[in-house]
């Protein structure tokens, strides 16, 4: 505890506030009397991490993949009332999940950590096992992501299969990471394709030529839930979960320690005199300039490569768009263009998602590249970088898909009737009737009774009997072509909906379907696409913008406040000597106490 005490003494007089959290965080989990223990199951790809939780919990639901698919951090709780989960995203937010089902990778690529509850009791409530991405993923954010997890994990459940056992990309990794600072305890899996004799010789074969100190080694099968040597480990680690704890703590104490004294040094050594303080200063300005040019330098090369991001994306929007309207416009649906707009809106959003993962990879793929070279920016910009206000909105559309090609329906409709009543009053009239029949159509069918009462009106002023007898003998064939008619009129009127059903459906595969497809064609190529492909310049030059910004906030910020802790030193090694010697002085008891330690 004294040791603690003095750390953070020292973390308060630097005001320090970050390394004064981190020891409060410790503090109070050591006054806990039966704290948590996270364990993360590192291992590779297709290891058996997922498969094994699953076997561990009451819901089963965890997604496993063929392929790597996300980044994203499992955390799982045992003990609880009931499953169910809680999604932190990108903007801090929680998102509760009642159905385990519903979390699917390909979805929680911005997600930072998917936190499961579940009622198993198979393992102690305080015992938190987390799903970490696997180490042969070739996406280099998933690497990033277990890495910036480890330092959380109190120890490591070591997952191999046993058929391939420990590769040497996971002992590079252990050495790199420094791992076996922490306890590590080896679970192989799919034992069940294994003999008992055989899997005691991988045991010993292990424990033989591994350079890796397992504390304790379970063989498991998830398939025929053979788990017993997996509880008994666990069990284990509960008995010694304060020790554990003790070790992990007391290693971070230890790395708070070196940093302290390290800064320390740096302060010592820019304050020997007034003109160190004025080449510090001097050379906080040159830093900055230095981490600016590296800043630019690293924002042109993300460029090029956001910009390729950006077109194959707007590529695929085209291609996809076209293939989805295009099944649309040629298929049954009723409601054309609310398909039509519902389907350009989920494209662009689901694209614009794959847009975001591209970025988060170009980003980490930058950030791992620079490790280690003299143009490493140790600046948190890159991790931390929020993409979730990017939107695709307002994509234009002035398609009306429903009315194309049913623009003459009314047109067709009365000529269909017209010919029907031509065809049925000449079928009725016979020879001699088809003449007046067909001027009878040929005018328009209301016509029809103002012909016949003039035939009527002329028959009545003609002396001539012959004459009269012929007129009187057409007026009666008329009045009998026009009966006819009324009954067909009639019956039209009655199965009115038949017939536009029946017009719409010629019209809807001779006139509507080709005029949609060369409609959606001209709008994809003319108004869609490049309205897309717009917006996502917009987006991507803003980003580059964003990152440049910044990088170069975080940076001045940085440098800023490094400048103003060597002008207080040197206002007091002018102003109030005394105060100065007395600052010096305690910084260099600090440092000695520290060495001490």
Not at 318 to 325: A, F, H, Q, R
Not at 520 to 528: F, T
Request: with cysteine.
């Amino acid at each position: 505890m004294k040791y603690f005490e003095t750390l953070s003494s020292i973390a308060l007089y630097l005001q320090l506030t970050d390394i004064e959290a981190e020891l409060n965080a410790i503090k109070y989990r050591a006054q806990q009397e039966n704290a948590n223990i996270v364990l993360p199951l590192i291992g590779e790809f297709s290891s058996g991490k997922t498969t094994l939780i699953n076997a561990l919990t009451d819901c089963k639901k965890l997604e496993t993949a063929t392929k790597p698919t996300t980044a994203t951090i499992y955390e799982v709780h045992f003990g609880c009332d009931v499953c169910h989960a809680t999604i932190l995203n990108e903007e801090s937010d929680h998102i509760e999940v009642s159905n385990i089902e519903d979390l699917k990778n390909e979805t929680l690529a911005d997600a930072k950590v998917v936190t499961v509850f579940d009622t198993s009791t198979k393992i102690p409530s305080t015992t938190i096992l987390v799903d970490t991405p696997g180490l042969s993923s070739p996406d280099p954010k998933h690497r990033q992501t277990l890495v910036d997890f480890l330092p959380k994990a109190d120890g490591i459940l070591l997952v191999i299969d046993i058929n391939q056992q420990i590769t040497r990309s996971l002992t590079d990794f252990i050495e790199t990471m420094k791992l076996s600072q922490k306890t590590i305890f080896l679970i192989l899996t799919k034992s069940d394709t294994k003999s008992e004799q055989d899997i005691e010789a991988a045991k010993a074969y292990i424990r033989k030529e591994s350079q890796i100190p397992f504390e304790q080694m379970a063989a498991v099968s998830a398939h025929s839930n053979k788990m017993e040597e997996l509880y008994s480990l666990l069990d284990n680690i509960q008995k010694n979960k304060k020790e554990i704890i003790k070790q992990v703590d007391s290693l971070k104490l230890k790395n708070i320690a070196k940093y302290l004294i390290n800064y320390i040094d740096e302060l010592i050594k820019s304050s020997s005199s007034d003109d160190d303080l004025e080449k510090a200063i001097r050379e906080c300005k040159y830093e900055l300039e230095k981490i600016n040019r590296n800043i630019v330098s690293l924002v042109e090369s993300m460029s090029d490569d956001i910009k390729e991001q950006e077109k194959s994306i707007s590529r695929k929007f085209e291609d996809d768009i076209t293939l989805k309207l295009d099944n649309l416009v040629t298929g049954k649906s009723k409601n054309l263009d609310a398909e039509a707009v519902s389907i350009i809106n989920n494209t662009a959003t689901l694209l614009l998602n794959k847009y975001k993962t591209g970025i988060q990879t170009i980003l980490s793929e930058k950030a791992l590249s620079q490790r280690g070279t003299d143009n490493e920016l140790k600046l948190n910009s890159l991790n931390n970088l929020n993409l979730s206000e990017m939107q695709i909105s307002g994509l234009s559309y002035n398609l009306d898909l429903a009315s194309m090609g049913h623009k003459y329906d009314k047109m067709i409709k009365n000529g269909l009737i017209a010919a029907t009543t031509v065809a049925t009053v000449a079928l009725t009239a016979g020879a001699t009737g088809v003449a007046v029949a067909r001027s009878a159509a040929s005018t328009v069918a209301s016509k029809a009774i103002d012909i016949i009462d003039t035939a009527s009106d002329v028959g009545s002023i003609i002396s001539n009997r012959r004459t009269v007898d012929r007129i009187r003998k057409t007026v009666s064939l008329a009045s009998k072509t026009a009966d006819q008619y009324n009954i067909i009129d009639r019956n039209l009127t009655a199965n009115t909906n038949m017939i536009d059903s029946f017009i719409g459906s010629i019209t809807e595969k001779m006139l509507s379907k080709p005029q949609r497809k060369r409609a959606i064609r001209d709008y994809i190529e003319n108004s869609l696409a490049p309205d897309f492909k717009e917006k996502l310049n917009n987006i991507s030059d803003d980003l580059v913008s964003s990152i440049r910004f910044n990088l170069q906030e975080e940076a001045s910020q940085m440098i800023e406040q490094k400048t103003k802790t060597l002008n207080q030193l040197k206002s007091e090694y002018k102003e109030k000597k005394d105060k100065f010697d007395e600052r010096i002085l305690q910084l260099r008891k600090y440092k000695s106490l520290l060495m001490t330690l």
